[in-house]
Every structure is written in C-alpha cells, then in structure tokens.
C-alpha cells in the first residue's frame, strides 16, 4: 500500500490533535516552519493544512483523510466520507457553536429582524444560505478577524461567531441572539481512499482508536477491596457498564473489586464507597477504552 495521506489541522487544533493521536497510539513531531510532520508509522505520511480548506483536499484527493470541523465542510460544501464525530476542542471536549452576535443594546431579538442588515463573518457561505433558506435579505461580508470587534464598534449590525462558552463574547458587551450551528470535529476520507480495501482498512483503524482515545477521557476505573460481607451493598453503588471484576485475596474473607465508571461521578462515588465498607481505594486514568 502506498503512503496513507494525512491532513492535521494547522492552528487552534493543531497541538489538541497531536495529543490526541499521541494517546491513539501514534506520535506526531511537528517542527517550526515545516508542514510536514514526523510521524512514527512509516504508511503514513502528515500535512498541516488550515482546518478551513481541509475538506477540499480531501474532496480532491490531495489528502486520504483529515480532521475539520463540521462547521468547515458544509461552508465548503464538499462531498467527502464523514468517517466518525471526534468532540473535543482546544480548551475542552465540548462541541463549539457558531452564534448570532450582536451589541447589548441592538434592536435584533432573532434572525428575522436581520433583514435589509450587514452581518461579518468568517462563515460567509453556510450564513448566506442559512439566511437565503429563510427568506432573509441580508448583506453577509467576510471578516479577516477581529470579528467580535467590528460589532462593538458598530462597523456592522451584527456578526457570526464561533464560541464554546459565550464568555467573551459577554465581555466584550455583546449578546447571543441565536445558535446557528452547533459544530465538532470530524474525521474525514476521500471516496476513493475508502473504496480501495487497504486504505479504508487503516482509516478504519485510525478512527478506532481516535475514538477509543476520546471515550477514556470521561472514564476512570477504580480498585478497591471489600469484606466479602459487605460486596453486596458496594456493588449496588457501581454505575458499571456490565458488572464489577470481582477476585478473592489470599485472605478469604476479602475480595478485590475493579470497575469503570465516569469521571465526574468519583467526587461523590468514593466517599460513599468508604461509608460501604471499601477499603484501598485506587483511581487510575485508562488511555483507551473500545
């Protein structure tokens, strides 16, 4: 099989990415000026590409697969194989949302007051035509950056916007009249690439262990042990997926337990746990989870 073309996004996700890969399985080197990272798997060979135009070279070819936002490929309108949703960000594991913007004091309440109105936007496509689909006349232009700034300043009556908690967009004095898109990254493949065995039999591997990654990042598993009297009313606590692993110590009277559960539930789970009767009590991260 010939090299497996990669595309990582260059910027805000670049370094989220390679940590992502890294704990896949995959280490990913990238160097100062040079948009061809290292990678130690020698089918694959890495481009850094803005996460902007990475579907049209998936769409062409030029890449095999790569990672955008969903938010990307439909301003791009590319026709390429959506292989799995991979939710996380540079900041967090939340889905990002493009917003209607605009100042505090604004007239705008909804979309249908943007008629006859000048929007900035670096989402200009997917904005006219969400805009079109409703009947809305509006001038949409496109913002080099600094685009919060332009409604603050009053250079237009409202922009489009991406955030993921809205709190800057609250502090720069301005308010979100609407979600227009809620966007996450994806993993994406040339038609093509996926109908020759080979190629789709590694993208299928990439994705696997993507999303095994990013699953083990909500879970954590704990051990503990328990008086065999007590095993009952411990295991009743546990959120398992299945049941507990349950193994006799060498004193018989105690049993090792060992289980998965969610990250946010140990806070309340070990405590309560410790009023059960369990005793030794590890939690330890889990790097993948299938």
Request: aromatic share 6%; hydrophobic share 45%; charged share 25%.
């Amino acid at each position: 099989m010939s090299l497996l073309k990669l595309g990582i996004p260059k910027g805000s996700l670049e370094e989220a990415t390679i940590d992502l890969f890294a704990q896949a399985g995959w280490r990913i080197t990238a160097h100062s000026r040079n948009y061809f990272p290292d990678i130690d798997d020698p089918d694959i060979r890495c481009s850094l590409l803005r996460a902007q135009e990475m579907a049209r070279y998936v769409e062409r070819g030029t890449l095999d697969l790569g990672l955008t936002g969903l938010d990307w490929i439909l301003e791009a309108e590319a026709d390429v194989e959506q292989i799995c949703t991979l939710t996380y960000s540079k900041a967090s594991n939340r889905p990002s949302r493009w917003v209607l913007v605009v100042p505090e004091h604004s007239k705008i309440r909804s979309v249908a007051d943007l008629q006859g109105c000048k929007i900035a936007t670096e989402l200009v496509g997917f904005t006219r035509r969400y805009l079109a689909e409703r009947g809305i006349a509006a001038e949409v232009e496109f913002s080099w950056g600094a685009t919060e700034a332009k409604a603050v300043e009053g250079l237009v009556d409202a922009v489009v916007e991406i955030t993921e908690t809205g709190s800057t967009i609250r502090a720069h004095g301005l308010r979100i009249v609407e979600d227009l898109l809620v966007t996450d990254t994806r993993l994406i493949a040339n038609h093509a690439a996926m109908r020759d065995p080979a190629r789709r039999a590694r993208i299928e591997q990439i994705a696997l262990m993507l999303q095994a990654a990013l699953t083990a990042r909500h879970k954590v598993a704990l051990k503990c042990n328990v008086p065999a009297e007590r095993l009952d009313a411990v295991v009743a606590l546990l959120p398992s997926l299945h049941a507990p692993t349950v193994s006799h110590l060498y004193d018989r009277q105690w049993l090792a337990l060992e289980t998965v559960v969610n990250a946010d539930q140990v806070r309340d789970l070990i405590p309560r746990l410790c009023a059960a009767g369990a005793e030794g009590i590890l939690e330890y991260e889990i790097r993948k989870m299938v």
